[in-house]
């Protein structure tokens, strides 16, 4: 046959044949071995050696494939959504609404009878804080079923740092750091005098205003008065929400934030703290390994953000850092429920948190923490977190609230004028 | 049709098959599913959509105050762009274009910015414009201009135009490399003969070169403005917006509907009304490209 004739009848089509037939979605799930995907790169070769491990005890194949950063791999697991290839177990990142959109396409499969079963004995060994993440309880704004649709492999939580250098440095005591408001400013004062730079956190991603301003919210008022102002039922030009905006008024008239913190990422911002470059600091439990990577002769001290008034308690943002979730449609949805169990277990905790100085999940692994590690965990019970809250505020609300503290910052704004414009925006998105 | 020519028309859609598939999966589909969710709200992983019909349209062209401030944002950069940067473009152009020593060491320093991430060159400029140790600050307190010192990417009052700047210094060398192609297209006997006729430089450049050219300006014009308006690395990597809506531009705005709120079909709207702008503006502009090639 010659060549051409060959290539015409059967070359041509084959190809065309094994084209459309290599379209086909690859198996994300294998029955017998659990494939997890993750974001961590700083907890990769941990995470990789433990499942290494459970593999060599139990001979169940666990498969770990990174995905990184975070953006790309809550893209890749939103796009395994949409075209049914999640894996067996896999992380989402984002606000309870998007949990609850997976648990509502039945994607994400509901832990409540593992976490109850031998008398509640996995769920008691977590930070109650920290599997409230990943619960939805009755009545929940978005209609999940109730339930526990997540397992904590971490917790964490933001509050303040000081570098104690500095304050030496300014004549204040290092193992004394300000309580309220007030002490907190006079002892700026004292920075500033001594030529010390204030107060650095990454405000260029607006999520840390967010957070920051919530902290204050509840201590002003309280957390009624704050989901009662998401509910409509308290308007933002109300004076508390204007001494929570004041309070950035005076950050700005204090000279107290570092100079660009406003559009800065948090990484730029760790840098600075970690460089001396800042007496303060507003960041989460994570930095303690981020610190001792950037400079490990940092000394630095925890703090609650110094309260405002007395009567509100403080509260801080914090619960499950990352979570795993089981996809309901795997064939391996009890094998992958044992190896999160074991995962979770303490010995693999302490292990994990050892490697990654990342706080542990599991509370009865507590024991070898560092001294500033321990002093975020000794705050867990002050946490909250809008995944926790009955409902939440709608993200354009809040973005135009955390735009607005901004201009604040700058001098643009006062706190009347951006809490008129939040609340002309939360009245139109009422309407709508 | 007989059976060689049947034959020979259905290798020829063979032949084409491959690319013709590639294109509706990975284009047509894609393009064509924007429009589907445009009038739908969405959040991108719900198996439930609710059909909003032109809702979406309405709110981005009516309610939307951040939509049209980014893209007044991108308007600005996009006229600084095509200004300052292809005013300098040109004139490096020129310059290379001549028989300078090393033109071709200056042709590849020229030509680097554009080849850089524009990730790495927004973490590069942000720390020359640093409020605290940033290298411009340094070079102005040296100088004796420290009053003028400031954190230059925060600040609302210079944000944009430090934006503009990096943008600029990064996108100069597509012009430079595209005018200097359009330079070396023109004949050189029509300048030398006018140069033996008496003409000066100037009235060469402005009777021949700029007439000859004028098809390439509108080129690296629409190229500037379609690559100018959709600026979004550049922002990420230094104010992410910031401060306030100050460098906010159409595609943060896109991608903040999309994984800041989860409102798919919102930001597919959004997508679609900035594609038509950009659509706008690139057929006037070939429509005048069409009017001054008739001219010459």
């Known amino acids: 046959m010659p060549r051409r004739r060959f290539y015409s009848r059967w070359f041509l089509p084959l190809l065309a044949l094994l084209a459309v037939a290599g379209c086909r979605a690859r198996d994300s799930t294998t029955k017998g071995q659990i494939l997890l995907w993750h974001w961590m790169t700083d907890r990769d070769d941990a995470l990789q050696a433990l499942a290494d491990r459970y593999t060599k005890e139990t001979g169940t194949k666990i498969r770990l494939e990174l995905y990184a950063p975070s953006d790309a791999y809550a893209s890749k697991v939103r796009a395994a959504a949409q075209t049914n290839t999640l894996p067996d177990i896999f992380g989402v990142l984002g606000e309870s609404r998007d949990l609850a959109s997976f648990i509502t396409s039945g994607r994400v499969a509901n832990l409540a009878s593992a976490m109850s079963a031998n008398n509640g004995a996995w769920q008691k060994q977590f930070f109650v804080k920290a599997l409230a993440t990943n619960t939805f309880s009755a009545g929940n704004e978005h209609h999940v079923s109730v339930g526990v649709y997540g397992v904590p492999i971490d917790v964490t939580n933001i509050q303040m740092l000081y570098n104690k250098d500095l304050f030496k440095q300014a004549g204040l005591d290092p193992e004394r750091a300000p309580a309220t408001w007030n002490e907190f400013i006079k002892d700026w004062r004292q920075l500033k005098a001594a030529g010390i730079p204030g107060f650095v956190s990454g405000w260029g991603e607006t999520w840390m205003i967010d957070c920051f301003a919530n902290n204050y919210a509840f201590n002003v008022m309280g957390e009624k008065k704050v989901l009662d102002t998401f509910r409509g039922l308290v308007p933002y030009t109300d004076p508390d929400w204007i001494r929570v905006l004041s309070l950035f008024e005076e950050i700005r008239r204090e000279e107290l934030l570092v100079s660009g913190a406003v559009t800065m990422v948090n990484k730029t911002a760790e840098q600075t703290f970690a460089n001396g470059k800042a007496a303060f600091a507003f960041n989460g439990s994570w930095c303690v390994n981020v610190y001792k990577g950037m400079n490990p002769d940092l000394h630095f001290g925890v703090l609650l953000p110094p309260r405002l008034i007395d009567h509100n308690p403080m509260r801080i943002w914090g619960g499950a850092g990352s979570s795993f979730m089981v996809n309901a449609q795997s064939p391996n949805v009890d094998a992958s429920i044992k190896f999160l169990q074991w995962l979770t277990a303490a010995p693999q905790q302490v292990e994990l948190a050892k490697a990654t100085a990342n706080l542990p999940a599991n509370q009865t692994s507590l024991g070898d923490l560092p001294p500033t590690l321990a002093a975020f965990a000794s705050k867990m019970d002050s946490t909250t977190h809008p995944s926790q809250w009955p409902l939440t505020e709608n993200p354009t609300v809040t973005e135009a609230f955390d735009k607005g503290v901004q201009s604040i910052l700058i001098g643009e704004k006062t706190p009347a004028q951006v809490a008129a414009d939040v609340q002309k925006l939360k009245k139109q998105q009422a309407a709508q | ?296």
């Open chain 2, 1 to 296: 049709m007989n059976w060689p020519k049947a034959k020979d028309t259905f290798t020829t859609y063979l032949f084409v098959a491959p690319a013709i598939v590639l294109f509706t999966l990975f284009s047509l589909i894609p393009f064509l599913k924007v429009f589907q969710l445009s009038v739908f709200d969405w959040d991108g992983i719900s198996t439930q959509m609710h059909f909003v019909g032109l809702g979406n349209f309405k709110t981005a062209l009516f309610r939307d105050g951040a939509w049209w401030t980014s893209m007044r944002n991108a308007g600005v950069v996009t006229i600084l762009a095509l200004s300052v940067q292809n005013v300098l473009a040109l004139i490096l152009a020129l310059i290379v274009d001549r028989e300078i020593k090393g033109k071709n060491f200056y042709r590849v320093v020229f030509y680097l910015p554009p080849v850089l991430s524009g990730i790495v060159v927004g973490l590069v400029w942000n720390w020359i414009f640093d409020g605290s140790h940033g290298l411009l600050n340094y070079a102005l307190s040296a100088a004796g201009l420290g009053r003028y010192a400031r954190a230059w990417l925060a600040d609302p009052k210079t944000a944009l135009f430090g934006i503009a700047v990096i943008h600029m210094w990064k996108g100069f060398g597509w012009g430079f490399v595209i005018l200097l192609a359009g330079l070396q297209a023109i004949p050189r006997e029509l300048s030398e003969a006018s140069r033996v006729d008496g003409a000066s430089e100037w009235y060469i450049f402005s009777r021949i070169t700029v007439p000859l050219m004028l098809p390439v300006f509108f080129l690296v014009s629409i190229l500037t403005v379609l690559g100018t308006m959709q600026i979004f690395d550049i922002i990420v990597s230094t104010t992410n917006g910031g401060p306030g809506y100050h460098t906010e531009v159409p595609i943060t705005r896109i991608l903040a509907a999309m994984t800041g709120s989860s409102r798919f079909g919102y930001a597919c709207s959004l997508g679609i009304l900035f594609g038509i702008i950009l659509l706008a503006v690139s057929m006037v502009q070939m429509r005048l490209s069409k009017w001054s090639s008739q001219l010459t």
